[in-house]
């Protein structure tokens, strides 16, 4: 596609259950990012694909989150046991390389809301 | 501990008029910034860059503005338009894939 598509658009789900969340980078681009943005908060870097390189997990707040990128595009966040502090907008965003000087694409989010 | 602030969180401006968007940060090692744009239920869009080696970079309408021994940056968008309404957010890294985000600034344009 022509742009960063993620999947669901909006999810509401009960505090405990797991939830996986998708991202389709744009065709091409090698690194992978995801991020998430808490209500008034700044996006909050959370992990990052690069090529075959070993992802920066450095971000993930906790145990309960992790992350895979199969065959270089496909990405999908897995948040376990949700909490409530895990509702949140989760924004993936794509880019030609690591250096960024022109900025990510970013897609246009997954809202997350867990009751 | 914020080490990308944008103090302001919204800001309202007359059509035509200058907005002058700011954010400071706190890192000294920062050395690029990006601002982005995001409009509701849509992902953030990419504006405008600055690296350390330069105090202004300037794209039709949007120009950035740094200033290194201040640790600040501004955008200013002249003159502003009723589309321009939307969050903006600064974003600084140390040269790396890894961006900090402010908190974002809500601008409104009235017509």
């Known amino acids: 596609g022509a742009g960063v598509s993620q999947s669901p658009s909006n999810k509401v789900t009960e505090k405990g259950k797991d939830v996986e969340l998708r991202c389709d980078p744009i065709?091409?681009?090698?690194?992978l990012y995801w991020y998430r943005q808490s209500l008034g908060q700044g996006l909050e870097f959370l992990i990052y694909f690069q090529g075959n390189s070993a992802p920066d997990k450095s971000g993930l707040p906790s145990d309960r989150f992790s992350a895979e990128r199969t065959g270089g595009s496909v990405s999908t966040l897995t948040i376990q046991r949700t909490q409530q502090e895990d509702s949140a907008v989760y924004l993936c965003?794509?880019?030609?390389?690591?250096?960024?000087?022109?900025?990510?694409?970013f897609g246009s989010g997954t809202r997350l809301t867990v009751v | 501990d914020q080490q990308v602030k944008q103090n302001s969180p919204s800001l309202s401006v007359q059509e035509g008029r200058i907005s002058i968007l700011n954010c400071d940060y706190t890192n000294s090692m920062f050395d690029y910034f990006l601002w982005y744009k995001k409009y509701p239920a849509e992902g953030p869009t990419f504006l405008i860059s600055i690296s350390s080696i330069k105090d202004k970079n300037e794209d039709g309408r949007f120009t950035v503005f740094l200033n290194k021994s201040a640790k600040h940056l501004s955008l200013h968008i002249v003159p502003s338009q009723p589309g321009d309404s939307a969050v903006y957010f600064c974003?600084?890294?140390?040269?790396?894939?890894?961006?900090?985000f402010g908190t974002g600034t809500r601008l409104k344009v009235l017509a």
């Open positions: 974003a600084a890294s140390e040269g790396t894939y890894k961006y900090i």
């Open positions: 965003a794509s880019s030609l390389g690591s250096t960024i000087n022109y900025g990510y694409t």
């Open positions: 065709s091409g681009h090698t690194a």
